[in-house]
């Protein structure tokens, strides 16, 4: 009897919970193919040579099959809009059920509400995403204030943890992601993450040197206005003789006497 690769794979992963890896699927492979050679072999011992009717073997299975089929077989569970979808996770192929049946599993189970992230925690938890690993004064630093409680709320829910301590004064402790969040965020590795150059390291570490920068001002010129001259820079039409203040009051105080002599004469 022929093998029917797909039917097969799809009974497999229907048959378990748990994530099965592609390493897996062909070791099992290989090793139906093992016993059905032996099993084929003790036969032959006991039948005739001369008996022409002995079943077929089927041929091994390769990689390149097993990978080719999970791709089908992905790509119809979305196509199809089918009740459930077939993921690639970090621990390998899954079936899960689709988004929009998530609520009635989840009440047929009796399990409460999945907890939404909030925002804080959201930025955080890309912070260490992008970053890790990556220090509480790294973190706070880009959001520019305290991580304490968005970062709490995630090592809870497993999706950070400790990775070890930073080689800088003081050794601060760095953060970084779990198997946890990858499925939580639906993706096989860290690299499947999308690019962003808002949160790259290169980015933001050139980011964070300009802002420990003293601001530069923002001069006339910038705004489009015409250059203001400083002070030593302005034009002189004429040299201005120095004054003796105190010869001009004396003159100017004895400018009103002299007025009334006048006037009397």
Known sequence: MELD???TLEALLLSTAEPITLKDVVKLFTRYHQEMMEAAEAEDDEESA???DSAELPKAVTLA?????LTVLTDEAEVEDK???LIEGPNGYQIVTAPQFAEFVRLLRGQPRPMKLSPAAMETMSIVAYRQPVTRAEME???GVSVDSALNKLIELELVY???RAELPGRPIQYGTTEKFLEFTGIKELDELPASDVLSNHQIDDW???SDEPEEEISDTDMGLSKEPKRDELPLDEEFAEIDWQKENAESDAAPENAEIEEES
């Open 83 to 85: 009740a459930y979808r």
């Open 65 to 69: 099959q097993i990978q080719e089929v």
């Open 50 to 52: 001369e008996d022409e």
């Open 162 to 164: 400790v990775t070890g």
């Open 141 to 143: 630093a880009i959001r």
């Open 5 to 7: 690769l797909k039917k």
């Open 208 to 210: 964070m040197r300009r």
